[in-house]
């Protein structure tokens, strides 16, 4: 996920990568609502190829499109058709480790060392401060050249070597005394979810998030899975200046902490079900939603708990997660009403204040018509 909205994101692999060129905007569209306003605005003003907002309210689906899917083509954005949903994956990735603490398997403040021993050096990091952020564990992307998305298209990798990548540089700080996003933190929560059940991480999102809600769209890719199902926009990304079809990679360089595959649709059920206590006991859910504040993302009041975030808007507070990955970003979760809404581009980095105005379609969607 990233460090998105004002000016940064919520952070997956796009997070460190410098935007190389402007893209061509693309004609407005006439507006005929608040929310196709706000996504013009991506399109003509920001310069994304495409853009489109599924929201959920009670029985109610709208979809909003503006621009294109394929800039090659010129066919449309696909009404809630499959996308990368980089950081977004951490919130399915607390709700198993939260369910594993509600059975009594995990511990939130048990030391990562109980069940992944030898693994980090600090064996005072819990199994809270992963999800949490407040670990002081490196982030891994770093240690890639982010800046040349060819060299990683095919190059995928393992748990075990983005975290040993990390554990190579210093800690940021001492456990529990700040807040910082790192991927890092949920690599090993996926490896702490596979110790204790000894599955897959995928087999446990289905097992326990996607085959009960009905998400048949949503699943995390293993290693050399590198299709995306269709049907699905183009997702890009630029590179020397251009756009280029980044729909198709192996998204493990970013696994637990981004590696999703899902629609707005069933991301939309996934927060309704989530916030409305369907994947949680109350104990747990209350947990996930224990916050501290989040200053790094530059957006005042906004606060993250245990792989959830809350930032305000204009009728109250909004719970969910962003995500970027390289051809997509995202910003997906639930209003104060319980109206759900996701937004997604088909580019990743996205140029100039985009970040911004799809924090503003959020806030459209999610707002408007009160």
């Not at 050399?224 to 020397?240: C, K, N, S």
């Not at 390289?326 to 997604?344: H, I, M, Q, S, W």
Request: charged share 20%.
């Amino acid at each position: 996920m990233r460090k998105s909205l004002p000016g940064k994101r919520i952070v997956a692999v796009g997070t460190l990568v410098a935007l190389l060129a402007a893209t061509t905007a693309a004609p407005a569209l006439a507006a005929t609502s608040p929310l196709q306003g706000a996504l013009d605005t991506l399109t003509a003003q920001d310069g994304v190829p495409g853009t489109e907002a599924v929201v959920q309210d009670g029985s109610r689906t709208r979809v909003t499109r503006s621009g294109t899917g394929d800039v090659t083509t010129g066919k449309p954005f696909p009404r809630n058709g499959s996308f990368r949903a980089g950081s977004v994956t951490k919130s399915f990735v607390a709700t198993v480790v939260l369910q594993l603490a509600g059975e009594g398997r995990v511990q939130l403040d048990a030391p990562v060392e109980r069940y992944l021993p030898g693994l980090l050096p600090d064996h005072r990091i819990t199994v809270r401060q992963l999800l949490q952020h407040t670990s002081g564990l490196y982030e891994y992307l770093r240690d890639f050249d982010l800046t040349d998305p060819e060299a990683l298209r095919h190059r995928g990798a393992e748990p075990a070597e983005l975290v040993a990548m990390a554990v190579r540089h210093p800690a940021l700080f001492p456990p529990g005394t700040h807040w910082s996003y790192s991927n890092t933190n949920y690599i090993v929560a996926g490896m702490i979810a596979e110790r204790v059940t000894g599955h897959e991480l995928g087999e446990e999102i289905t097992r326990r998030i996607t085959r009960p809600l009905g998400l048949a769209d949503t699943y995390l890719p293993r290693r050399g899975d590198e299709r995306l199902p269709a049907p699905h926009a183009v997702g890009y990304t630029a590179i020397g200046g251009k756009l280029v079809d980044f729909s198709d990679f192996d998204a493990t360089i970013a696994w637990a902490a981004g590696g999703l595959v899902s629609t707005p649709a069933d991301l939309d059920r996934f927060y309704g079900a989530l916030l409305g206590g369907k994947l949680l006991h109350p104990a747990q859910l209350a947990e996930m939603r224990r916050t501290v504040p989040a200053a790094e993302l530059g957006i005042p009041g906004a606060a993250y708990g245990l792989g959830l975030g809350s930032i305000p808007l204009s009728c109250g507070l909004f719970w969910g997660h962003e995500g970027g990955i390289l051809g997509f970003t995202n910003l997906a979760g639930a209003g104060p009403d319980g109206r759900r809404a996701t937004v997604v581009v088909n580019q990743d980095p996205v140029p100039g204040a985009a970040n911004q105005h799809v924090l503003a379609a959020t806030d459209t969607a999610l707002c408007s018509g009160r």
